[in-house]
């Protein structure tokens, strides 16, 4: 998927949580060369409902997931 893509994908979920009333959601982006996951932090820095972001736990996926922990 493309950036652009992804990042339209990420808004809708993010949406979708905030209704819902969840504080942390999780974005499987995989690690490749790490772009993908830049972008999409690069994003995340630009939403005000975004508290914090950061890799999820080596033991289940690292760098491959961020955790989103939404006020």
Known sequence: MRADEAISKVLEHLD???LCGAQT???LHGKGNGILREQI???LATL???SRYH???VQYGGTGITV???D
């Open 16 to 18: 979708e949580a905030l």
């Open 48 to 50: 005000p409902y975004v």
């Open 68 to 70: 989103v922990e939404m």
């Open 41 to 43: 932090r690069q994003h």
């Open 55 to 57: 890799d999820e736990h």
């Open 25 to 27: 959601i999780k974005i």
